[in-house]
């Protein structure tokens, strides 16, 4: 099966500053790479994916890379801001079966932005 | 209607007790997943349901027992429970491949938070 490797598990900036959570990924079969911030108490939240035939995608301050040979995947976000202090989880899907979409996540990365 | 409905949002049960957690969506998916996530850990997938019937299970132990009664619903019936099970189970839907969804649409419930005495 799949295994998702997540680093740092920790990462403090200062506002404004940026960002960067690296993520590998063990199945070659694997084409869609989601990110979630989940914030204490609550659901995860998608905030950006990638599929395996895009290198990278860009929305506003957050952008994800994908690099398929080396199976790894990057999360940036640019000034950043107190508000996006949260839990950071990385994830990847195989190719699906049916419907249906398995999600295998990352450790996960608590970001801290010191004001 | 663009959510996940899960409760009750807190449930504390005996380990002999019997209870069900309930979700429900009325976005059109057809694929929906039960996950069990522990303070501190990625969630971790327990389920998974394609078009109202089981397509995959875990390993996870029979004292969880999940149902999906209709396109919209889906319960997790839970026996004779262990202190560890406490965790937060969250409810999943999405979209199905090929749709041309963006993310497929993948959306998790707030959760249940379970605590087991």
């Known amino acids: 099966g799949e295994n998702v490797e997540q680093h740092p598990s920790t990462l403090s900036v200062q506002e404004g500053d940026s960002a960067v959570i690296k993520c590998t990924y063990s199945d070659s079969a694997s084409n869609y790479f989601p990110w979630y911030k989940q914030e204490l108490g609550k659901r995860p939240q998608l905030i950006i994916d990638?599929?395996?035939?895009?290198g990278e995608k860009k929305d506003q301050r957050i952008a994800v890379t994908l690099n398929k040979t080396a199976k790894h995947f990057s999360l940036h976000i640019t000034e950043t801001q107190p508000e996006d202090s949260a839990v950071y989880f990385c994830a990847a899907s195989p190719r699906s079966s049916g419907s249906a979409r398995q999600l295998t996540f990352g450790s996960g990365t608590q970001l801290t932005v010191l004001p | 209607d663009t959510e996940v409905t899960q409760t009750p949002k807190h449930l504390v049960m005996g380990m002999t007790n019997k209870k069900s957690l309930k979700c429900e969506q009325h976005?059109?998916?057809?694929?929906m997943y039960w996950y069990k996530q522990k303070a501190k850990k990625p969630p971790e997938l327990m389920f998974v349901y394609s078009y109202e019937k089981l397509s995959i299970n875990e390993s996870v132990p029979s004292r969880f027992s999940p149902e999906c009664p209709n396109s919209s619903l889906l319960n997790l019936h839970l026996h004779a429970l262990q202190p560890e099970d406490s965790a937060l189970y969250l409810c999943?839907?999405?979209?199905?491949?090929?749709?041309?969804?963006?993310?497929?649409?993948?959306?998790f419930g707030s959760g249940t938070r379970l605590t087991v005495v």
């Open positions: 999943a839907s999405s979209h199905t491949p090929g749709t041309g969804r963006p993310g497929f649409g993948y959306t």
């Open positions: 976005m059109g998916h057809r694929a």
């Open positions: 990638i599929r395996s035939n895009v």
